[in-house]
C-alpha cells in the first residue's frame, strides 16, 4: 500500500534558519505531491504541488518543494523562517488515476523571535 | 478555491451516542471526502461521498459506524454513530474543485465522554 513518511515530527528553529522538511513516498508509479500547512486554529490550505514538468515548485509564503524521484521524496524548504511560519505540515501523495490523498504524519514547526 | 463550511465546528458528546457533521460547499463539486485526524495523527481517508449513490469507505471503516449522506453536490453529512471515547477526532471534509487539488473545511472537533 502506499504511504507518505515525514521524518521530523517536531522542529524548533529560530527566525532567519532555513528549513528543510524531509517527505518520502512509497509508491512507484506516478504521483501528484503536495504540502499542506495547518496554522494554529485554521484550517488545512495547500502550500504548492507538483503535478509534472520542473521539479522544483515555489509555493506561496517563499516555500519551495523539490521533487527527486529517483529518491521519492518531495522535502520543502524555505531560506529564512518568520515567526508567522509556525504550523503544522502535512506531505501528501495523490496516486494518478485515483481520487485518494495520502498523507504523512506531519511535522509540526515552531519558530521562536 | 472554494467556501467549505462545517457544522459544528466541535462538539462533546456522551457515549453510545451519534452526532452529524454537515459539509456545505459554495459551488457545485463531483468529489467530496470526508477524513478524521485522531489526536496526535495524521489525516486518515473515511470514505467518498458520492453524489446519488452509496459512499465509498476505505478499509477499516463501515457504513454503519460512519453513514454518509450526499443529497447534491454542495451538501454532504457525516454520521458518527454509537459514540465511543475512541471517536474523540478532528472530522474534516474536502473537494475537489479543479485540478486534483483538494480543498479542506475547518473541521469539527469531537470529543466523546
Known amino acids: 500500500a502506499q504511504s507518505v513518511s515525514q521524518h521530523n515530527h517536531h522542529v524548533i528553529l529560530s527566525e532567519a534558519a532555513s528549513l528543510e522538511l524531509g517527505c518520502n513516498y512509497s509508491y512507484g508509479g506516478t504521483v501528484n505531491l503536495f504540502w499542506y500547512v495547518q496554522y494554529p486554529g485554521q484550517h488545512l490550505q495547500l502550500l504548492l504541488k507538483y503535478f509534472s514538468g520542473d521539479p522544483l515548485v515555489k509555493g506561496i509564503k517563499g516555500f519551495e518543494a523539490e521533487f527527486i524521484k529517483s529518491k521519492f521524496s518531495f522535502n520543502l524548504r524555505k531560506p529564512s523562517v518568520q515567526w508567522s511560519d509556525t504550523a503544522e505540515y502535512f506531505c501528501?501523495?495523490?496516486?494518478?488515476?485515483?481520487?485518494?490523498?495520502?498523507f504523512g504524519t506531519g511535522t509540526r514547526l515552531q519558530v521562536f523571535p | 478555491s472554494a467556501v467549505i463550511s462545517q457544522k459544528p465546528s466541535r462538539d462533546i458528546c456522551q457515549r453510545g451516542t451519534s452526532l452529524t457533521i454537515q459539509c456545505q460547499v459554495d459551488?457545485?463539486?463531483?468529489?467530496m471526502f470526508w477524513y478524521r485526524q485522531q489526536p496526535g495523527q495524521s489525516l486518515t481517508l473515511i470514505a467518498t461521498?458520492?453524489?446519488?449513490?452509496?459512499?465509498?469507505?476505505e478499509s477499516g471503516f463501515v457504513i454503519d459506524k460512519f453513514p454518509i449522506s450526499r443529497p447534491n453536490l454542495t451538501f454532504s453529512t457525516l454520521t458518527v454513530s454509537n459514540m465511543s471515547p475512541e471517536d474523540s477526532s478532528i472530522y474534516l471534509c474536502?473537494?475537489?474543485?479543479?485540478?486534483?487539488?483538494?480543498?479542506f473545511g475547518a473541521g469539527t472537533r469531537l470529543s466523546v465522554l
Open positions: 474536502s473537494v475537489v474543485i479543479s485540478g486534483n487539488i483538494q480543498y
Open positions: 461521498a458520492n453524489q446519488g449513490s452509496e459512499a465509498t469507505y
Open positions: 501528501a501523495v495523490n496516486v494518478i488515476n485515483t481520487d485518494k490523498l495520502i
Open positions: 459551488s457545485q463539486v463531483t468529489m
